[in-house]
């Protein structure tokens, strides 16, 4: 029972965000709103490139769930999931309704609201989270070791920041208007804030897997 819900589960995650994307991308064909500028398109906002992340992970783990799937196939699956799906989901949903809740000029302002609807908004803000949250209950994952899983969260990290500071560089604007507030000693505090917050959700999700599967993950081990 608990199998078959886990495979409704994922492939009904796996449909909603390549619904909530293709959603996004007909945004496309109307004119955007003051706040949100051409270039990098969407792939510059932390925001749709987690739902991608989402989804591709969500339709690994339906593929996963496949009895003719082999073990590389598991360990791909829990990589991305403890080191990158959790964690970047999770410090969007935080992030962005921490700032929104103190000014949400500095994160989404109000012109946006006209463009995308509230269900969009949540479902790239707020949805994420019960998703994870069920993704963590019905599914064990194995974790990296710590060096491991950071070095890695890292490097994507610094991946992204570069990006944001690219565009920054290439057209003068910020991707988040919440940047044009900060000096230059400011900027570097935020982003090492950014990246101690991420790491510490990477830190949560490990320890929440093995509360709820520690000791059935040894057991099977030991079998």
Do not use: C
Not at 49 to 76: E, P, T, W
Not at 97 to 107: E, K, M, N, P, T
Request: hydrophobic share 50%; glycine share 8%.
């Amino acid at each position: 029972m608990s199998g078959s819900v886990q495979k409704v589960f994922h492939l009904a995650a796996f449909s909603w965000y390549a619904f909530v994307i293709k959603s996004l991308y007909a945004k496309g064909d109307e004119e955007p709103p003051p706040g949100i500028f051409p270039y990098g398109g969407p792939w510059k906002y932390l925001t749709f490139l987690n739902l991608i992340l989402q989804m591709v992970y969500f339709g690994l783990a339906s593929v996963q769930d496949q009895k003719s799937s082999g073990k590389l196939l598991r360990v791909a699956r829990d990589l991305l999931f403890s080191v990158y799906v959790f964690p970047v989901g999770m410090f969007v949903v935080v992030m962005f309704w921490s700032i929104f809740a103190y000014d949400r000029q500095l994160v989404y302002p109000a012109s946006l609201d006209a463009f995308f609807p509230p269900w969009m908004n949540h479902a790239m803000h707020t949805i994420v989270f019960p998703i994870l949250l069920g993704e963590m209950l019905l599914q064990p994952h194995s974790y990296p070791k710590i060096k491991t899983g950071m070095t890695a969260l890292g490097v994507v990290g610094l991946a992204y920041l570069s990006w944001v500071i690219w565009v920054y560089l290439s057209v003068g604007i910020w991707v988040y208007p919440l940047l044009n507030y900060f000096s230059q000693a400011g900027l570097i505090a935020f982003f090492f804030v950014n990246m101690t917050v991420v790491t510490l959700l990477y830190l949560m999700g490990q320890t929440m897997n093995n509360r709820l599967w520690g000791k059935k993950q040894k057991a099977k081990r030991k079998a």
